[in-house]
């Protein structure tokens, strides 16, 4: 089972500020933040992971908070092709960590003109 | 840099068949892994490979199967097809087991 929560559905204007919400209250302390998103009918996308500090690309900026059991994906500007399915998945980095990713049901953001 | 490729993109076949599933990784990635996309079910991990060898399988009946060649690319095969194995099978590509993913565009199979 998935061991994250997400709100099932958001919307945004176009040109503001995302803001993505994610529970991961049973986060162990080698367990990293991980982001994707899925587009209709495309292979999900890599945007961003992070284990406890802030973290940003250029894509989305991932925000961790002190005790690790939430996260908040920002897409700074959101645009219409940001429209799309986000998953919030945790996942091991190291040892004996495993490849799979354990998706849940995401996040879908609906980006509005 | 190309991406994950995977071939063919679209496939139907018959109840009872099999099929085979190739994906490409991503040049110099290592670890490659496979997941079914159903409505009902969503996005669920089939198996993962790493230098040819399976490290990780998910919960799925034995006539799912896959490999990985030396040059790190993979194939899945499904045996005896049923209905519900209609979906789109994903290929996902790392440099690592333990790094970032980045997915294909699918192949969505449908089974008749």
């Known amino acids: 089972d998935a061991k994250t929560t997400q709100p099932t559905s958001m919307d945004c204007a176009e040109g503001r500020a995302a803001n993505l919400p994610c529970n991961h209250s049973?986060?162990?302390?080698?367990?990293?933040v991980y982001w994707y998103r899925q587009i209709h009918s495309q292979g999900p996308q890599y945007i961003i992971h992070?284990?406890?500090n802030n973290e940003t690309n250029e894509m989305a900026s991932l925000i961790i908070t002190e005790d690790r059991k939430s996260s908040t994906l920002i897409l700074p500007h959101a645009t219409l092709r940001d429209t799309a399915v986000y998953y919030c998945?945790?996942?091991?980095?190291?040892?004996?960590?495993?490849?799979?990713?354990?998706f849940g049901k995401g996040t879908k953001l609906s980006v509005k003109p | 840099k190309a991406g994950v490729t995977q071939t063919p993109r679209y496939l139907i076949k018959t109840r009872g068949q099999q099929v085979t599933l190739s994906c490409s990784p991503i040049?110099?990635?290592?670890?490659v892994s496979w997941y079914q996309q159903t409505p009902g079910q969503g996005l669920q991990f089939l198996f993962e490979?790493?230098?040819?060898?399976?490290?990780n399988k998910g919960n799925f009946p034995g006539r799912f199967s896959g490999r990985q060649f030396s040059n790190s690319r993979s194939e899945m095969n499904v045996s005896t097809l049923e209905l519900g194995d209609s979906a789109l099978y994903l290929c996902?590509?790392?440099?690592?087991?333990?790094?970032?993913?980045?997915f294909g565009q699918g192949t969505r199979l449908t089974v008749v």
């Open positions: 992070g284990l406890k």
């Open positions: 040049s110099g990635h290592r670890s």
């Open positions: 998945i945790v996942r091991e980095n190291y040892g004996g960590s495993q490849g799979n990713l354990i």
């Open positions: 996902a590509s790392s440099l690592w087991w333990n790094t970032e993913a980045f």
């Open positions: 049973t986060i162990s302390g080698n367990e990293y």
């Open positions: 490979y790493f230098s040819e060898t399976q490290r």
